[in-house]
């Protein structure tokens, strides 16, 4: 069946750097833009970014341009979320989002994967 | 950007009842590109409307989404048990970001 898992979460200091991967399966991971999405404890959804199918565009919410950078290797199924220069206020659970259809733009996120939460602490 | 605001921010209700949940857009939506998450504690969201009145796969009919331009509800015609949750609205489609509304949560009475 269509998955998404996502890893790479953890407690890290303010400043420092981590590295989220989502791994996709049962669909065709080429054909699809892909988004992450996350939510702080307690707080709503928050769209972070996407790339498109062959990872020539890439949107990012404003709060995080500059220290985010996405990625994926269609080859391997995966995508990448580098995260730089983390703030506390980058505390989240982590989703990696698959779109309904695959149409750059008509983002209805129809596969979430389980999340991962990072925690930026001192 | 668009701004969805959800109202109410809490709503209880007794199983049965029935549920009406608002999501206002500071201007209006085009082509009614909205939808409509479910959300239960330690669970990913789950896609129930979109295009604003299109029922996802293995949703109940139960879940009906209605409006346009602005204005935009999802009704629960009788509230199930398991429908106590987290509802979120979402635009899309006029830029490749998204917005998501701040949530209304369905609880019980």
């Known amino acids: 069946q269509m998955q998404l898992v996502e890893s790479g979460g953890g407690v890290v200091q303010p400043g420092r750097s981590l590295r989220l991967s989502c791994a996709a399966s049962?669909?065709?991971?080429?054909?699809?833009?892909m988004h992450w999405v996350r939510q702080a404890p307690g707080k709503g959804l928050e769209w972070v970014a996407v790339?498109?199918?062959?990872?020539?565009?890439?949107y990012f919410v404003d709060s995080v341009k500059g220290r985010f950078t996405i990625s994926r290797d269609n080859s391997k199924h995966m995508m990448y979320l580098q995260m730089n220069s983390l703030r506390v206020e980058d505390t989240a659970v982590y989703y990696c989002?698959?779109?309904?259809?695959?149409?750059?733009?008509?983002?209805?996120?129809?596969?979430w994967g389980q999340g991962t939460m990072v925690t930026v602490s001192s | 950007e668009i701004v969805l605001t959800q109202s109410p921010g809490t709503l209880s209700l007794s199983p049965g009842e029935r549920a009406t949940l608002s999501c206002w857009a500071s201007?209006?939506?085009?082509?009614?590109?909205l939808a409509w998450y479910q959300q239960k504690p330690g669970q990913a969201p789950r896609l129930l409307i979109y295009?604003?009145?299109t029922r996802a796969t293995d949703i109940p009919d139960r879940f009906s989404g209605s409006g346009s331009g602005t204005d935009f509800t999802l009704t629960i015609s009788r509230l199930e048990p398991e429908d106590f949750a987290v509802y979120y609205c979402?635009?899309?489609?006029?830029?490749?970001?998204?917005?998501f509304g701040g949530g209304t949560k369905v609880e019980i009475k």
């Open positions: 979402q635009v899309y489609g006029s830029s490749p970001r998204s917005t």
């Open positions: 295009d604003a009145s």
């Open positions: 201007q209006s939506v085009s082509s009614n590109y």
């Open positions: 049962g669909f065709s991971f080429s054909s699809y833009g």
């Open positions: 989002v698959r779109p309904l259809i695959a149409v750059f733009g008509y983002d209805v996120f129809d596969i």
């Open positions: 790339i498109s199918y062959d990872g020539s565009d890439k």
